[in-house]
Nanobody, 125 residues
Framework: QVQLVESGGGLVQAGGSLRLSCAAS????????MGWFRQAPGKERQFVAA????????TYADSVNGRFTISRDNAKNTVYLQMNNLKDEDTAVYFC??????????????????WGQGTQVTVSS
């Protein structure tokens, strides 16, 4: 198992940028694919982006493709989400997640075993 701690959330104006980080405990970080999800008030948790254990594969939700970039540094046990050109509809709590299917890029929350506590991102217009 890994424990996940997100950071980097905050308040930003529409059109601005933020970079989220997720630090993982443990020595086998590369054996996990990592994902970012978000949840707005009153809505279900939705997929944002995922990256395979070796970082060879990534996938994005249509709503963020071209604006967000997921990356990872396995030497630092950290996954990042660079968010550019932020919009009002990006406002949500963002969660980092880990899946033991390290060779894949899972897109559903059911494929992830570990979750962080979340970090709030608020975009103001």
């Amino acid at each position: 198992q890994v424990q996940l701690v997100e950071s980097g959330g905050g308040l930003v104006q529409a059109g601005g940028s933020l970079r989220l980080s997720c630090a993982a405990s443990g020595r086998t970080f590369s054996r996990y694919s990592m994902g970012w999800f978000r949840q707005a008030p009153g809505k279900e948790r939705q997929f944002v982006a995922a990256i395979s254990g070796s970082a060879s594969s990534t996938t994005y939700a249509d709503s963020v493709n071209g604006r967000f970039t997921i990356s990872r540094d396995n030497a630092k046990n950290t996954v990042y989400l660079q968010m550019n050109n932020l919009k009002d509809e990006d406002t949500a709590v963002y969660f980092c997640s880990a899946s033991g299917r390290w060779w894949t890029t899972p897109r559903t929350k059911y494929e992830y075993e570990q979750w962080g506590q979340g970090t709030q991102v608020t975009v103001s217009s």
